[in-house]
């Protein structure tokens, strides 16, 4: 009887450990589930990064085509002009796409400033003149889609449209976080470029007149 008794109390005992350690290794939260999310979350970072830089890289490609040509002032007929002064906010790390850009739209009447970084565009928003539009790349060292989200918040009446060579999602994520438009890069037509911006200021001065309404 003591063998017996032995005998089923290491059984108990047995099972108690192999089941203590079935919920440790199969249940929800155990050693598996926890390695599985681990795995799942360097996974989603490895291809995040892997993403942001093949995006630059078609970024660069596109500001590139914008250099050599694609987009001149010449290409355009300018028919659209701003029938009211206002002034937009020019934010991309490539010095000649900032000048082309600003080419196109000084000669359609719109006033421009520029920027080469996220943060130097919210140093100017703070520090200078009022400005109506931001027109800004995402994909920059600085983080274009921490620009939006911050002049959203910080800068609620400033429309902003933004421009990228490569989409990746980030473009609607943008847009849902309170962006005006969204353009690719390189632009359709000058007159495209001209036409979003114009549309952003407008749409700008509307709500501004709503909400100074009595």
């Known amino acids: 009887m003591n063998e017996m008794a032995e005998i089923m109390s290491l059984l108990r005992n047995q099972r108690e450990e192999i089941e203590s350690l079935r919920k440790n290794l199969l249940d929800p939260g155990g050693q598996l589930d926890r ?72 000669s359609a009447g719109i006033s421009t400033l520029q920027a080469d970084s996220g943060q130097a565009a919210l140093d100017l928003l703070e520090s200078t003149r009022p400005i109506d539009v931001v027109l800004t790349d995402l994909l920059m060292p600085q983080n274009g889609a921490g620009l939006v989200a ?34 690719p890069k390189p632009f359709p037509s000058n007159d495209a470029l001209v036409l979003a911006v114009m549309r952003a200021a407008e749409h700008r001065r509307a709500r501004t007149s709503a909400a100074e309404r009595p």
């Not at 028919?79 to 000048?99: E, H, M, N, Q």
């Not at 989409?167 to 609607?172: E, K, T, Y």
């Open 150 to 183: 911050h002049v959203r918040k910080s800068h609620p009446r400033v429309e902003i449209v933004i421009m990228t060579g490569y989409d990746g999602g980030a473009a609607s994520k943008a847009l849902e976080a309170g962006a005006h438009a969204y353009l």
């Open 35 to 106: 390695n599985a999310s681990a795995h799942s979350q360097n996974l989603a970072i490895f291809r995040s990064d892997v993403d942001r830089k093949f995006g630059m890289i078609l970024d660069e490609i596109n500001n590139i085509k914008m250099r050599t040509g694609v987009l001149e002032v010449g290409d355009s007929e300018h028919k659209i002009k701003a029938s009211v002064p206002f002034t937009c906010l020019i934010v991309d790390d490539d010095t000649d796409v900032r000048r082309i850009i600003e080419r196109v739209l000084n």
